[in-house]
């Protein structure tokens, strides 16, 4: 059974506009969710955190938003840009453990 | 330049054919984590160690061993790779208390025959 979940697994948005990456999770041990981000042919990179006692942390034009009652995340870009086109993991971390869901592939059209 | 290595970065082999994956990190880090990424499933832990000669065992061990002997280099080993171990490899590494924010190795791609 799967503990995080990315529903999506692709996302189409226009340059400029906002997109919008969904996560679901079960563990309610998780301490700390995560974003990383991969782009082909390399491995993630770290993009932006939040602590599960947070609602929300912004970073420049990324802002991931928490709802702990729902068990959901979702990792806010505004404005998109093409260089943003890559895949996203959303994970949990718990212990010295990271969970991840199953990536969504975002493509920002100019 | 701080960063993780990973060697091979592809890798073709037979089944039963005993491998190692070499993994080196330059940034001191105490922690290490090996993980491997199939379609739809996303990344999964095998194992990570949170310092020398510690190790454990993360979501998916079974048909893997490591050894974290010295503290830049975490190899992962099939003694006797199968078919399912085809995947995507990647190592990682952070200081220790900090495993969210990880460094990821390029990568290697392992196909078992």
């Known amino acids: 059974d799967q503990q995080v979940k990315q529903n999506s697994p692709s996302l189409s948005v226009q340059e400029g506009r906002i997109s919008i990456l969904n996560c679901d999770y079960t563990?309610?041990?998780?301490?700390?969710f995560l974003w990383y981000k991969k782009y082909p042919a390399e491995g993630p990179t770290f993009l932006i955190s939040?602590?599960?006692?947070?609602d929300k942390n912004e970073d420049g034009r990324f802002t991931v938003f928490l709802n702990k009652s729902a068990k959901h995340l979702s990792l806010h870009i505004v404005p998109s840009q093409p260089g943003d086109s890559a895949v996203y993991f959303c994970a949990g971390n718990a212990g010295n453990m990271l969970t991840f869901g199953g990536g969504t592939r975002l493509m920002v059209k100019p | 330049e701080a960063q993780v290595t990973q060697n091979p970065r592809y890798l073709i082999t037979v089944t039963g054919k005993k491998l190692t994956v070499t993994c080196s990190q330059n940034?001191?880090?105490?922690?290490m984590s090996w993980y491997r990424q199939d379609p739809g499933l996303g990344l999964r832990q095998i194992y990570y160690?949170?310092?020398?000669?510690?190790?454990d065992k993360g979501d998916v061990p079974e048909g893997y061993k490591v050894s974290r002997k010295e503290k830049r280099n975490f190899p992962l080993i099939l003694e006797s790779p199968s078919p399912n171990q085809t995947s995507l490899y990647f190592c990682?590494?952070?200081?220790?208390?900090?495993?969210?924010?990880?460094?990821f190795g390029p990568g290697t791609r392992l196909t078992v025959l």
């Open positions: 160690s949170m310092n020398v000669e510690v190790t």
């Open positions: 990682a590494s952070s200081l220790y208390g900090q495993t969210n924010e990880q460094f």
């Open positions: 939040i602590s599960s006692i947070k």
């Open positions: 563990n309610s041990m998780f301490d700390y």
């Open positions: 940034m001191n880090h105490e922690y």
